[in-house]
């Protein structure tokens, strides 16, 4: 071999630097972001669905079923939106078909015409990965496949994961399912190789008006932690001692 | 002879070592309990975390569609649409222009009657937008014919 | 979105778990499918057998019932038969499963699946080295027999027992006499761990807070209650066909009127009618419990009280009241206790027994994903019968099949080496 170690040295340096320089040139970290990247535990992702701006166009569950190589068409998805038409009678109609991907583009429901002037009430609730702080799938997971990053979201290990579907059972919300090509669990990341180089999450990002954001709840300069603190929010199925860190603006006794 | 009630024992031993020693060689070497983190939410193997960080990006958003597409995107900032992204009419960038060499470009109704569709909800924002109703409004017809998506803005028609 | 669409996109052929069997009604979320289907009915099923079949065996070794001796080498044996059957139901439900040891390689203990991998692999032992302290003495009898014998299959059979004695050859009755102790010790172990195992099986639903069926901290006791049932059950059944077969071939040697054909029938009879009166016990013991659970949920009445009570008395009412409570329980019940026991009686009521007990098990696995996470829709489960794919043949009637039938194979290759029925 006719290559000195340094030059090996020098050329690798080069090579990195390359790589990385159009990456980072164009984009200033936070100070949070540099952090989460590295791991720290001053981070927590946490995330709010403002239901009043959702219009039900199904483009964050589109864009992250693309985003995330879930398949497009089975009717599996890690993030999806629901409909909730509650009539004057106190009837209720609910239903997300495919999660909602391609939007609500029909009136009827479930086959049933619905008179616009017997609404009460017509919402979109869009849900994914609670990313508790005490999940329950990660307990309950035999293998130590599932478990919690240090930033606060649970992530599934597709090389050791059995299949076996006890997080699938113990998850409260219904997130999780079985990933029909790697045939192991599968559940939303909060987008995670998105997250730690300081982008947004795939949904968040393709959401036209901002009833989806994410953040971190250790910054207090944060926006969505100011909304947090300051705003009245709730969280869904809080009687399962989760604590689930999805928040809500605007949910209704109906929602489920 | 000895004492031979111990041996069913001295074979569970053997096999438990010889459980161990696959165990050895089976199991990566990085598999534990992360650092600052607990046995029961944070056990399993470390590296994982860095294969999901490298997971492929492939929404690249509007800023980057502006370098080459700046028509486009000057075009729709200054229209009703400036809140949609390029990407979600025309599918993820991946790596385009490298690979995909180009983006659909879907001209169906479907596209955006997700949107105008018009649902008769009194407390959501859905029934804000402007709506139409897609059995009324030019049936058959795509609405790119008419309406500029780029700049939808009725007046600009 | 139009139909079409939909009905199009149904037929993709990306095999989505659940997806084949499930059929949902009224609001459901989107991933939610019948994921533990029939295969993790028979899981608990088999583990109850075993462990069934496990406490008769030690009756004879512990508390020394001489009239269970021969049943005694039997249900032990047949408890090994069934051991692997226990874990073949999990192995077959695994997604990925070839992975299914990491189980034992990083076991993350707070999952109650983890600890039960430790807790069976215990449990095996126990069995395995129990099996060796009574065969011990055959072993090396075999041994000798077969020295110097020409001929493969003798030379084949020569050397596992060679194995088999792990080198020790003592007879004396010194040995023999120790042999004997640690059988009983070793019975008397098993005993808890075998009641530990099944508790944990009900551990595993009971402790799913996320499933208002299962979440109830009597699952456990439920289950182990249930498992003794049909592990007696099974194993007096199986006891009554080979004591019927043994009185024919009596008859078909010495003539019905033969005075060892009434001794043999008197005492089985004898031990039918003792033995059913545990059977008796511990079927009280189960009924009392499950509808303690339900009265419980029923008066106190929380959030998952409507969605339950609407699949209970509703859309599962013939499979819980009338298959498992009245023909499983209620009817064998009355047949036990109607005095003037006969053989044909217990025979039909140990088979609704059995039965009754199965549905328990369905109906707690597939009736507690019968409705959804969002208490406003349901699940249908459709048993595939005909299968056209692995996953519908694992999943499905032939699998379970299998499953089932496997122990009976397994028995018969163990049964030669390890001769229950007609070594003394």
Redesign the interface.
């Known amino acids: 071999m006719s290559c000195s170690r340094r030059d090996l040295l020098k050329n690798t340096f080069k090579a990195t630097l390359a790589s990385t320089l159009p990456l980072s040139a164009f984009k200033m970290l936070s100070p949070a972001q540099v952090k989460a990247s590295v791991g720290d535990a001053n981070v927590r992702w946490v995330f709010l669905v403002d239901t009043q701006k959702c219009v039900g166009c199904g483009l964050c569950v589109k864009a992250c079923k693309n985003e995330n190589e879930v ?1 497009y ?5 890690r993030t ?1 939106v ?1 409909r909730y038409v509650l009539m004057k009678n106190g009837q ?1 109609h ?6 909602g991907r ?2 609500y ?2 009136t009827s429901i ?1 086959e049933n015409e619905i008179p616009a002037d017997q609404i009460a009430k017509g919402f979109f609730v869009s ?1 994914l990965c609670n990313q508790c702080k005490k999940p ?1 799938c990660v ?7 599932t478990y919690q990053t240090l930033d606060g979201v649970v992530l599934v290990d597709r090389k ?7 997080c ?11 990933h ?2 790697h ?2 669990a599968e559940k939303c990341t909060f987008c995670y190789h998105r997250i730690i180089k300081g982008m947004k999450t795939a949904c968040v990002q393709n959401c036209p008006f901002e009833a989806r954001l994410i953040g971190n709840l250790k910054d207090p300069n944060d926006p969505v932690t100011k909304i947090i603190m300051n705003q009245r929010v709730s969280v869904l199925k809080d ?3 989760t604590k689930p860190q999805v928040y809500y603006i605007g949910l209704d006794t109906n929602v ?1 | ?1 000895k ?3 111990l ?6 031993i053997i096999g438990v070592a010889l ?1 161990l020693v696959v ?1 050895h060689f ?2 990566p070497a990085d ?1 534990g309990v992360q650092e600052g983190g607990n ?2 939410y944070n ?1 399993h193997r470390l590296s994982n975390v860095e294969d999901w960080k490298n997971f492929k990006v492939k929404y690249r958003g509007r800023e980057y569609c502006q370098e080459c597409h700046e028509e486009n995107a000057a075009s729709i900032l200054d229209s009703p649409h400036e809140v949609i992204q390029c990407e979600n009419c025309h599918g993820p960038a991946i790596d385009h222009p490298d690979n995909p060499e180009t983006l659909a470009i879907d001209t169906s109704r479907a596209q955006c009657l997700r949107c105008h569709t018009y649902l008769p909800y009194p407390t959501s924002q859905r029934s804000e937008l402007p709506g139409i109703d897609p059995q009324d409004h030019n049936p058959g017809e795509n609405c790119v014919d008419c309406h500029n998506p780029h700049n939808p803005d009725l007046e600009n028609m | ?1 139009s139909v079409e ?2 009905v199009a ?2 037929g ?1 052929h ?6 084949e069997w499930t059929t949902k009604e ?8 019948i ?2 289907s029939i295969q993790i009915v028979m899981y608990p099923y088999m583990t109850g057998l075993v462990a069934g079949a496990f406490v008769l065996s030690s009756l004879y070794h512990v508390f020394g019932q001489q009239d269970l001796k021969n049943m005694a080498r039997f249900s032990l044996v047949f408890s090994l038969a069934l051991l692997p059957v226990a874990m073949m139901p ?1 192995q077959f ?4 499963p070839l ?16 600890a ?2 430790i807790v069976f692999s215990t449990y095996a ?1 126990i069995v ?2 129990e099996i ?2 009574v065969y ?1 003495q055959f072993f090396v009898d075999q041994v000798n027999t077969l020295k110097g014998k020409e001929g493969a299959k003798d030379r084949i059979m020569y050397y596992l027992y060679i194995v088999l004695t ?5 007879t ?1 009755d010194e ?1 023999v006499a ?2 004997k102790k ?1 059988v009983k010790i070793l019975a008397a172990i098993g005993i808890p761990i075998a009641c530990f195992l099944h508790g944990y099986a009900g551990f ?1 639903f009971g ?5 208002a069926l299962w979440m109830s901290p009597l699952m456990p006791v439920i289950f182990i209650m249930s498992a003794i049932v049909s592990g007696i059950a099974l194993c007096m059944l199986t006891y009554i066909i080979i004591m019927e077969w043994k009185k024919w071939s009596t008859i078909i040697a010495k003539g019905k009127g033969d005075e060892s054909v009434k001794m043999l029938a008197g005492a089985e009879l004898d031990v039918i009618t003792k033995t059913s009166r545990y059977l008796l016990g511990f079927l009280v013991a189960a009924i009392t419990l499950e509808l303690l659970d339900l009265i419980f949920r029923g008066y106190t009445a929380m ?1 998952s009280w409507d969605i339950l009570r609407s699949v209970m008395y509703g859309k599962d009412f013939i499979n819980i009241f009338l298959l498992q409570y009245t023909l499983g329980n209620l009817v064998p019940f009355i047949m036990l206790l109607v005095p003037g026991l006969t053989i044909r009686r217990v025979f039909f009521a140990l088979i609704f027994v059995l039965f009754g007990v199965f549905m328990m098990r369905w109906n707690v696995v597939i009736g507690g994903q019968a409705f ?5 829709g349901y699940m249908h489960y459709h048993l595939p019968i005909i299968p056209h794919s692995m996953e519908t043949f694992k999943e499905g009637l032939f699998g379970a099949m299998t499953v089932a039938a496997t122990p009976f194979v397994l028995f018969y290759f163990i049964n030669k080496v390890t001769p229950s029925l007609e070594y003394k």
């Not at chain 1, 068409?73 to 998805?77: K, R």
């Not at chain 1, 609910?94 to 999660?99: A, K, M, R, V, Y």
């Not at chain 3, 009224?26 to 499918?33: G, V």
């Not at chain 3, 402790?207 to 499933?211: M, Q, T, Y």
Request: contains cysteine.
């Open positions: 398949p068409d089975p009717p599996i998805t999806w629901e209720s609910i239903e997300s078909p495919f999660g391609d939007g583009t029909d479930h849900k329950a307990q309950v997971c035999p293998v130590g496949a050791w994961c059995i299949g076996c579907g006890y699938i059972m113990a998850c409260p919300y219904g997130m999780r399912f079985f029909p090509v045939k192991v009687e399962y001692g489920r | 002879m004492n031979h009630v041996r069913p024992l001295f074979v569970v459980l165990r089976m199991v598999f046995f029961t056990f | 979105m669409n939909i996109q149904g993709e990306l095999a989505v778990h659940g997806l009224l609001f459901t979320y989107p991933n939610e499918f994921y533990w999990l439900h695994l997604q990925q992975r299914g040891i990491n189980v034992m390689f990083t076991p993350h203990f707070t999952s109650a699946i983890a039960f991998g032992v395995l080295s060796w302290f011990r792990l080198g020790a050859f003592d004396s040995a120790k042999d640690a595993i402790s799913v807070k996320a499933n959030k959804s996470l969002s208490f406003a």
